[in-house]
């Protein structure tokens, strides 16, 4: 993150690209917020809406492909979820009828 003056206000700039201090819990329930909001009765999301579309965790996060797919593969080894081509060169995530409740597991553990 950047900070800078622009005509006597101050800018913040984040870059896109990984966040190392990003945990699995709060990716999973971003994920979970963006599909409850976007597409509740879906088994599957794809990754170029969870990179580009309003309030996705791509977006929210400032993150690139490369570590979008990182915290995705993440959530998908805990939550059973998995990726799968979609046919037409891109992935998408996929998940059973129970996918969102054990999202909701990783984003808030029973300790």
């Known amino acids: 993150m950047e900070t800078s003056a622009v ?4 800018q913040v700039s984040v870059k896109r690209g990984p966040k190392a201090q990003l ?3 709060a ?17 599957s999301l794809s990754i170029r809406g969870l990179l ?13 492909e490369g570590s ?3 915290c995705v593969e993440e959530v998908c080894g805990l939550s059973g979820m998995v990726l799968r081509s979609d046919g037409a060169g891109g992935m998408d995530v996929v998940g059973d009828g129970r996918a969102k409740g054990r999202l909701e597991e990783v984003a808030w553990p029973s300790n």
Do not use: C, E, I, K
């Open 68 to 70: 979008l797919l990182a």
């Open 27 to 43: 990716f999973a329930f971003a994920l979970h917020d963006y599909w409850q909001g976007t597409a509740p009765g879906s088994r």
């Open 7 to 10: 005509n006597g206000h101050t």
């Open 23 to 25: 945990d699995v819990g």
């Open 52 to 64: 580009v579309d309003r309030r996705s965790p791509g977006v929210v996060f400032r993150l690139d």
